[in-house]
C-alpha cells in the first residue's frame, strides 16, 4: 500500500517539557499534520528507560534493573511467554490489554485517544524506546547488560513488541493509519567499545523482529535517532521511515549514499528530516530563513550527490524537529512546533 499522503507532512518526535497532557494535544493539534501522543518527559515515570517497562518480568523501577533473582521473577517470565504465544502465534489480539499504556506511564495516550477520536486525522503516530537502547540501558541485579545476555535480549525484543502492537491497535481505533517509531538514541554508541561484540546482524534481528510483526498487522514502524550511528544498518533494515537530525547529522546520513539511494528507491520508504534544531541555545536564536536555507542546501547536495531529482526525494520526505522537545523550555518547545510549521508551508509553496 502506497502512502502518498506522507509527502511534506509534519510530526513530531514525542516529548514534551509540560505535564498537562491537555495543553500539548492542543498545541500538536495545532501545528503538526500527523499528530503523535505526548510524552511528559518531566514525569519520572515518563522517561526514556522507565516508560514502556510496565510489566516487564523482573524491572524494578528504582533502580533501574531486571532482577533475575527475584522470587517471582521465573513465573513472570513463564506467563510472558504464555502470552506472547497466545497473542503472535495464536492471533488473540484481546490479550493485548496486558501491555496496554497506563495512565501512571503515559499520561498523554489515552487523553489523546480521545481528544482526537472524531477528528478523521487520515495517520497517526506513537513511539516507544527501541530494542537496543532498552537492551544496552537496563542491567541485571550483577550489572550485566541485558544486549549480551541472549535470553534477556530476546525478553526485551518480544516485551516491546508486544508494547508497540497494543499502543498501534488502539490507535487504529482513531486513525486508519497508524506509524510507530523506534526510538534508538542507543545506537549512537553501536562500534563503540563498550559494545564492540554486538554485531551488524544482532542489531538488524532485532528490529526486524518488531518491524515485522508491527507490518503484519498493518502498522508501519520509523526508526528515530537523533544522533550519528552506521547508518547502513538502519538502510538495510525493514523499517519503512527513517527519521534523523538533519539539521545536524546530515553530512553522516550521505556518506552512506550507495545504502541512501537503495532506501529512497524502495518501496514505502520515507526519510523523516529533523530540520529544526532542538538544541536550546541554537534554537532561541535560529530563525525560519536560515532553517529554510541549511535544508535546500542539504536537498540540493542529496539529489546531486545521488543523481535523483528533487521531486523523487520529497515524495519521500517529511519533516519533524531534529529530535524530541522534553528538554526544552515551553515556549521554547512552542517556537519549535510554530518553525516547523512555517518550514513546512514555505516547502508547499515550492
Known sequence: MEYPFFSLKTTHIGSFPFEDPEKVIDLVLDFVDIPAWPQLSKLKNESMIIQFNEGLPGFEREKEIINTTSSNFEEELIRFYELYFEIIERK????????????????GFKTFLKKIQNLNFPAVKGQITGPFTLATALKTENKEILIF?????????????LKALSQGLELKKVSPTVIIFLDEPGL????????ITVSKDTI????????EILASLGIIAGIHICANTSWDIILESKVNIISFDSFNFYDKLI?????LKNFLKGENKYLAWGVIPTNSEILENIS??????KFKFQLNDLCSTLNISEDEVLRKSFFTP?????????????????????FKNFIMKG
Open 92 to 107: 488473540n489480539l484481546d490479550l493485548l490489554k496486558n501491555f496496554s499504556l497506563s495512565e501512571n506511564y503515559a499520561k
Open 149 to 161: 545476555r541472549e535470553d534477556l535480549k530476546d525478553l526485551i525484543t518480544k516485551f516491546l513488541t
Open 188 to 195: 549512537s554508541g553501536f562500534g563503540s567499545s563498550s559494545f
Open 204 to 211: 538488524l534481528s532485532i528490529l526486524n523482529e518488531i518491524i
Open 255 to 259: 556518506i552512506y549514499k550507495n545504502f
Open 288 to 293: 525560519l530563513e536560515e532553517v529554510i536555507y
Open 322 to 342: 531534529s529530535c524530541g522537545l522534553g528538554s526544552l523550555s515551553e515556549s521554547l518547545s512552542i517556537k519549535a512546533l510554530e518553525l516547523l510549521k512555517n
